[in-house]
């Protein structure tokens, strides 16, 4: 059993920066593919970004390319989300989550076998 725990979230203003952490217990992560979801207010659950166990893979949504990054430091048992030129529709609850590789598309979150229980983002204008 593996627990994810986010932090890192807050109000911020558009044009800010966020790290958002997601710390994992349990279970060493290495051999998970870990991502990041969010859900707006309203709005269903949505695929980020994901990134490899060994960190040689990345791949982000177009909303967000070039502005999030993802990265993971295994030593630490630790995911990280870099957000920055944050803008209104960023506002969100954002979720990690960890899967053991599979051949599931990485926006499958059915295929995910554990999501932390997020932490609140909210972008003013």
């Known amino acids: 059993q593996v627990t994810l725990v986010e932090s890192g979230g807050g109000l911020v203003q558009a044009g800010a920066s966020l790290r958002l952490s997601c710390v994992a217990s349990?279970?060493?992560?290495?051999?998970?593919?870990m991502s990041w979801f969010r859900q707006a207010p309203g709005k269903e659950r949505e695929f980020l970004a994901t990134?490899?166990?060994?960190?040689?893979?990345?791949y982000y949504v177009d909303s967000v390319k070039g502005r999030f990054t993802i990265s993971r430091d295994n030593a630490k048992n630790t995911m990280y989300l870099q957000m920055s030129s944050l803008k209104p529709e960023d506002t969100a609850v954002y979720y990690c989550?960890?899967?053991?590789?599979?051949?599931?598309?990485?926006?499958?979150?059915?295929?995910?076998?554990?999501w932390g229980q997020g932490t609140q983002v909210t972008v003013s204008s």
């Open positions: 989550a960890a899967r053991v590789p599979t051949y599931s598309a990485h926006s499958d979150q059915q295929s995910y076998d554990f």
């Open positions: 990134i490899s166990g060994t960190s040689s893979s990345t």
């Open positions: 349990g279970r060493t992560i290495s051999r998970y593919r």
